[in-house]
């Protein structure tokens, strides 16, 4: 498997400091390294951002078991998914949601006006020049795995292509008649989830969050090894500590359990072609006894079975610490 770092630019103001995601250089970069990917022989490859604690041996075990799963379709699509609209010439993100649902509502905005096809509809019609498609979902930017025949088949699609030539006309100020991108960024997330909402038969397979995949270091996490995948923003003292109890738990383990879950398209009326398929993906190493051992209430907070539990405040509170 093939990895791939992005980087984030950051800028200062005499009052705050302001991290910037999605600048035109990431954008460049992931144009060049799709393009790289696709004639690489691996069958998977992965996308990932610099400040992410990764499981080695558990990614190992995700990218193993979704290839050899991958029955459906050879367009595989991994991570922890979040939606916007989508407006395809200038290129810019909008109407965010952290579900389809919610991304779906913004999506009817009167200035917005994005549809699943991006004709005009509603009252006022949309803009012509720039049509607005979604709701798109997008894995997010800490870790997403991709198949390298969905790589390979968004490199030889005509929309890529496309995309990036007027992200370069944009930035020239050659497409006069459009006036983004406004904020000199470009979504490259999104725009990957745009292009991967094209493909026939895609899997998008989401991560469990709170589970394997977590948004921001917390106390727990260390409690939840067996199914931890990757945490995000984890303190550079605590990469040590998390790698050797991770090395330690999969050496003393028996057996992993894996499941993947899968029924109907990802979304209802939204801009992904229907004959795609939504999977939820959860791998649990077993350990043997007596060698991990719980410092938070895991196991004994209530998840949900959703892609997205509900996770009681009194899991994430460090033993002896103030509950604030």
Not at 89 to 109: D, I, P, Q
Not at 258 to 287: F, K, M
Request: aromatic content about 10%; charged content about 20%.
């Amino acid at each position: 498997m093939r990895s791939h770092s992005q980087n984030k630019s950051t800028s200062y103001d005499a009052n705050k400091k302001r991290v910037h995601t999605g600048t035109l250089t990431t954008y460049w970069k992931l144009a060049a390294f799709l393009r790289y990917a696709a004639a690489q022989p691996e069958p998977m490859i992965g996308r990932s951002d610099d400040d992410v604690l990764i499981s080695p041996w558990m990614l190992i075990a995700h990218t193993q078991w979704l290839v050899a799963r991958a029955t459906y379709s050879p367009y595989l699509y991994a991570g922890a998914f979040e939606w916007y609209s989508w407006r395809t010439a200038t290129l810019m993100s909008t109407g965010f949601g952290f579900t389809a649902g919610a991304a779906r509502k913004k999506m009817r905005s009167a200035w917005r006006n994005c549809s699943a096809t991006g004709e005009r509809v509603g009252k006022y019609g949309g803009d012509t020049k720039d049509p607005c498609v979604g709701p798109v979902a997008f894995a997010k930017g800490p870790l997403m795995l991709l198949s390298t025949a969905a790589v390979r088949a968004v490199v030889g699609g005509g929309a890529f292509e496309r995309d990036v030539k007027r992200a370069e006309d944009l930035l020239a100020g050659r497409a006069q008649a459009y006036k983004g991108p406004g904020s000199g960024r470009i979504d490259d997330d999104v725009q990957l989830g745009y292009w991967l909402s094209l493909l026939p038969k895609l899997q998008v397979v989401t991560f469990r969050r709170y589970l394997a995949w977590h948004d921001r270091w917390k106390a727990g996490v260390a409690a939840m090894l067996p199914r931890l995948l990757l945490a995000h923003k984890v303190p550079w003292s605590q990469y040590g500590e998390m790698l050797n109890r991770t090395a330690a738990l999969w050496r003393g383990a028996t057996t992993a359990q894996a499941r993947l879950l899968c029924q109907g398209p990802p979304c209802e009326n939204c801009a992904h072609t229907p004959t795609q398929l939504a999977c939820v993906v959860d791998v649990e190493v077993q350990a043997a006894a007596g060698s991990f051992e719980t410092t938070s209430c895991w196991p004994k907070c209530a998840f949900a079975r959703g892609s997205v539990p509900d996770v009681p405040r009194t899991c994430w509170v460090q033993p002896g610490s103030r509950r604030g």
